[in-house]
Nanobody, 119 residues
Framework: QAQLAESGGGSVQAGGALTLSCVASGVMHSVSAMGWYRQAPGKQRELVAS???????NYADSVKGRFTITMDNAKNTVTLQMNSLKAEDTAVYYC?????????????WGQGTQVTVST
């Protein structure tokens, strides 16, 4: 079964930093892109950052200059370094991957990890 395992969420004060990591399970292969989305209470899920296997990156305007996404192609791992965190960054963060599991290419999602930023 295809799985994405997230880690690194938690609570931090405003101005602090957290690092989120996500590993695509061994049954996934040919990962072409990975990313992070977030969903705050009462809001829609939104893109935070994404990265392609070739290294192309895309960031939400609200996190540009504060967050950095990196990908280890060999390990199918994506990391989100979050600096200068703000209260409005509080949300459940979800990892996703465009990959093949079995014979099917699709977009797979992790379970989510909570990030809470207090003022």
């Amino acid at each position: 079964q295809a799985q994405l395992a997230e880690s690194g969420g938690g609570s931090v004060q405003a101005g602090g930093a957290l690092t989120l990591s996500c590993v695509a399970s061994g049954v996934m292969h040919s990962v072409s892109a990975m990313g992070w989305y977030r969903q705050a209470p009462g809001k829609q899920r939104e893109l935070v950052a994404s990265i392609t296997r070739a290294g192309g990156r895309n960031y939400a305007d609200s996190v540009k200059g504060r967050f950095t996404i990196t990908m280890d192609n060999a390990k199918n791992t994506v990391t989100l370094q979050m600096n200068s965190l703000k209260a409005e960054d509080t949300a459940v963060y979800y990892c996703n991957a465009d990959a093949i599991s079995g014979f099917r290419r699709g977009v797979y999602w992790g379970q989510g990890t909570q990030v809470t930023v207090s003022t």
